[in-house]
């Protein structure tokens, strides 16, 4: 089984109306300049498992408002985000969350980002609120906790570290190596790779995590069948 059969599977369950609080200082974040196949589905999943009192944002494009407004048309108090005609490519995406800016457009303390290619299976990142940086665990770069594509993070300490820093990818690696190899010295918290399994997977297999990020591209199909149907006999 692979991400998009899991998400027909649990169709049923996620498509439905939402209703958004558009006062929390908890919320989702994600960022998407393109027309993605089942962007409201994936959307409405991570929806379907968060707390009730998240927010949604949704950094969008000119040339998307329409699709993602009309894939989201029954999710009520989205906070939209338009960029204008901005076409993110890999490096833009860094730069764009290691900017000032971004975070203080961020309208939540605590900021879960996800990616169009990260699932949520089951609730509980409230459970990880209390680390400042919170991502799966990477298998090949030293087993460090970092991964970014499915993350929660705090925002004031990502704008700390970008005025610190200057953001010079050839140096820093991607935005999320970036966090998580500055988090600490700014006195942040990460938890070990261990906990870090039970928020998220991407490279290393752990049979219930809370989210899956690009699983699909490290793990093998027995072990992505596996999660999956886990989480749907939970359901």
Known sequence: MNASQYLQTIKSKIDREYLLSMNSNKGAVIVETRQIKDFGLIVKNHLHFLPSHYGLTVFHSNKNTNFVQNELEDVAGVNYVNMGDS???????????????????????????????????RTGVDLFEGYDFCGACWKHINKQVGNGGLSMRTNDLMKEIIRKFKYNPVHHGNEDVFFSNNIES??????????????????????????????????????????????????
Not at 96 to 108: D, Q, R
Not at 190 to 206: D, G, I, L, R
């Open 87 to 121: 076409h993110l490519n890999e490096m833009a995406y860094n730069f764009m969350l290691t900017s000032e800016w971004f975070w203080k457009l961020v309208p939540y303390q605590k900021v879960l980002i996800f990616q169009v290619d990260s699932l949520l299976l």
């Open 186 to 235: 700014f006195g942040g918290i990460k938890p070990s790779c261990e906990v870090a399994n039970h928020f998220s997977v991407e490279t290393m297999y752990y049979d219930k995590p809370i989210g899956v990020h690009a699983a699909d591209k490290w793990l093998t199909r027995e072990q992505l069948t596996t999660i999956y149907n886990n989480s749907i006999n939970e359901l």
